[in-house]
């Protein structure tokens, strides 16, 4: 008699059921992984904004570039292009003769919408110049 080579269906489907196990494992670490490096490039956003405003403020007497008249927002000159973060809106929320405050908030319809972190907040004099999440969590 011949002895047939070979996978039976029931050791093929124990093989998937372990794929399967191991991918519903390392998919969301996988993600997780993806949107914190997001986050560091928003914190980085953050810190170059930052860097710009004490600049600024190393030449002029204010940290608010537009005087009294406003400028609204994103009208820094030399704020990062929109394109360079595609999934955080960077925007100074404001900006006074001493203090300012940077927001990275996630764009809507990005991937980074659904981030549990919410929106990355500097401000200069409430936070010691030390970038925080909205949730606590993730500082």
Known sequence: MHKARGFTLIELMVVV????IIA??????YTEQVRKSRRSEAARFVGEMQL???RWRAE???????????CGSGTYPTEPDAAASPFYTIDIASATAS???ITAT???GSAQAG????TLTLARGTNQG???WGEASCN
């Open 52 to 54: 710009e405003l004490e």
């Open 130 to 132: 030390k970038p925080t």
């Open 115 to 118: 981030d549990r972190c919410g």
């Open 24 to 29: 519903s494992i390392a998919i969301p670490s």
């Open 106 to 108: 996630p764009r809507a």
């Open 17 to 20: 059921a372990i794929v399967a």
């Open 60 to 70: 002029n007497p204010s940290y608010d570039w537009c005087g009294t008249a406003g």
């Open 99 to 101: 203090d300012y405050s």
